[in-house]
């Protein structure tokens, strides 16, 4: 009892953050406090932006910003990740809120926050090596269609339309702006947009999205442009924890948008997480702790009004460049942003919703990776394929349903290459010591197979087709040595091709059964039939003997001299 408490003990301990964590954060103080200023003059106008495209309003994502900021920069896997709303969870959300309101998106994002904490406890992180590249690539494009959707009815200046599938929205949007064209808001969202997508070419390191929202906010309110709608009033400071919000009687319907959550937040943290070791060296972060941090983010952002949080690659990607080296620079952006919910609540409640779009527009479509798109397509058919079937189906449907499309066409377009990679050959008889008219005389009655590869369900039909066509001999030898794995299907085949030719009056022989495979062929009682009067033999040269003996018994061949052993510098290849 006591050692089990200490493993538990041990585990939760490999969690919490480290005394190197605060070595850490010793180490460069200042190029980390200047990281996370520059950190969060990015990620203003996306938690803003991001806010308002939730559905919970641009205060939601500030406090979402600032509380699961901290919180995932404190307690999370990786030293440079930055955490707080995100376009792909934007994208869940809208349904969530369409169909619950805005204390089903807080109860869901409580209960994703417990399931992180499970996954973490389950050592779960280590999975997201299994994720294909293609899969990652289509989500990531289909995000980002989605997100350059969601901002047309504030880029057009029209209020949302009703509705839950983001093309029939926008298009209900551009219905809208042809009845009563808002000029005005297309400028400034155009504006905007032209202005972060060219500035990050010529000058990578200045904010140009804080510029040109502040560029844009003095425009509207100097020319005095009503057309350009703000955000509206926002609180100066963050509301006091509570769980007024919770439903508890809801909480068996929201399970599923939970998990969808959770999901999600798992997967793009990780991601992201990933992104960051490979712009680094000597970066490693650990996925556990990783998703014991946003577990806790998730936990505490709902309690605060705000949205479900996950990593963002886009502003740890900022962190990794500005020179980031500690956890100290995450905290600083949360820190500064604080400050700014505080102090500047009445400057932030006057940027045009326009504007807020535009930022938005451009992240969109920075995250296209172009090159990566390309290289994708060009390498494999299935490639191209499972990343257009994730972007088409991230469009259409969600994104947790793409992810899931995504994986199981990958899965199956795996086990059909692997299952190519089978090969049942027929092989010539090992000559050993006989003579030509002996050899030629056997060839006639015996003939062998080698089955090279996975013996398993994906290819184990071909098999049965091919064996069960042999021509009209009398005895068949199965050389199983090369068959890396076998499965029950495999097994229940090598069965039922056994039966179907002991009925046709041929004797089957096997040789080289691996230890490995002896479970299996045991299990559906393959290994019993094959073991039948002796028919299951260690190596090739026995199993040809005993088919000559069989054969001079049964009078179809003449009795042969004795022969010697064969010569063979290497039985294993005639196992």
Known sequence: MISQISRVWARIAGLLPARADLTEMRRAPRR?????????????????????????????????????????????????????????????????????????????????????????????????????????????????????????????????PEGDRVLVVTWRAIEEFAKSPNWTAVCFAVAVAVVMLVGARWRPTVPFSILAVIAATVVAQAAGLGAAKPIGALPSGLPAPSLAFLDLGSLSSLLAPAVAVAALAALESLLSASVADGMTVGQKHDPDRELFGQGLANIAAPLFGGVPATGAIARTAVNVRTGASSRLAALTHAAILAVIVFAAAP????????????????????????????????????????????????????????????????????????????????????????????????AEHIVAYRIDGPLFFAAAHRFLLELTEVADVRVVILRMSRVSTMDATGALVVKDAVEKLHRRGILVLASGVRPGQRQVLDSVGALDLLRHQGREYATTPEAIRAARDHLESAGVLPTLPAQKQPRTSSEEALR
């Open 347 to 442: 400057l932030v409640s006057k940027i045009p919703l326009a504007a807020l779009a535009g930022v938005l527009l451009a992240t969109a479509i920075r995250m296209i990776e172009v090159g990566s798109l390309k290289a994708m397509a060009k390498a494999t058919r299935s490639d191209a394929l499972i990343l257009v079937l994730t972007a088409v189906a991230t469009l259409a449907l969600d994104l947790v349903y793409a992810v899931i499309i995504g994986l199981a066409v990958a899965g199956a377009l795996a086990l059909r290459a692997v299952a190519k990679q089978a090969r049942f050959d027929q092989v010539p008889l090992d000559r050993g010591d006989h003579s030509a008219e002996e050899h030629a005389l056997l």
């Open 32 to 160: 980390d406090l200047l990281a996370g200023l520059t950190v969060a003059v990015v990620a203003l106008p996306l938690a803003l932006g991001f806010g308002v495209s939730s559905g919970l309003g641009a205060e939601a994502g500030l406090a979402t910003a600032v509380v699961a900021g901290a919180l995932a920069a404190l307690f999370g896997g990786s030293n440079l990740q930055v955490s707080g709303p995100t376009g792909a969870m934007t994208v869940v959300l809208v349904p969530i809120v369409g169909e619950y309101g805005p204390t089903g998106v807080l109860t869901v994002g409580l209960m994703a926050g417990v399931m992180l904490l499970s996954l973490a406890a389950l050592k779960a992180g280590r999975y997201m090596q299994y994720v294909p590249a293609p899969v990652v690539e289509g989500f990531t494009l289909g995000i980002a269609c989605v997100i350059g959707l969601q901002q047309v009815p504030n880029a057009l200046g029209v209020p949302k």
